[in-house]
């Protein structure tokens, strides 16, 4: 394989292991905040629930979490650019692990 197809290839595994840990945290995040309510164990605000939900989210041209784009009017073309980013320690955790699947499962053929 060439350097470019390693790349390539690199890059899809971070971003599906981004992706599906991301879903993953999340999914865990509602099941622990149910459970936090059933057992009176702080409802949604537990510190378990917590820990998979609160992300850390960089964005650029974003105002946080309320996603208005940087706006460029140059008054018959008008700009709309942004890209934010969600982490949470489970997609995190989802994208180590597929690095780690992505090195065995034969990517130095």
Do not use: Q
């Not at 702080?42 to 996603?67: R, T």
């Amino acid at each position: 394989m060439t350097t470019k197809n390693n790349f390539g290839r690199l890059l899809l595994f971070i971003v599906l292991g981004l992706i599906i840990g991301g879903v993953l945290g999340e999914c865990l995040g509602l099941l622990f905040g149910e459970l936090g309510e059933l057992m009176n164990a702080g409802g949604y605000d537990n510190i378990v629930h917590n820990f998979f939900v609160k992300s850390f989210s960089p964005s650029f041209g974003f105002n946080g979490d309320n996603a208005s784009p940087m706006v460029i009017d140059l008054y018959m073309i008008k700009f709309a650019l942004g890209i934010s980013f969600k982490f949470n320690v489970v997609s995190v955790i989802g994208m180590a692990i597929s690095i780690y699947i992505m090195k065995w499962s034969g990517g130095n053929r």
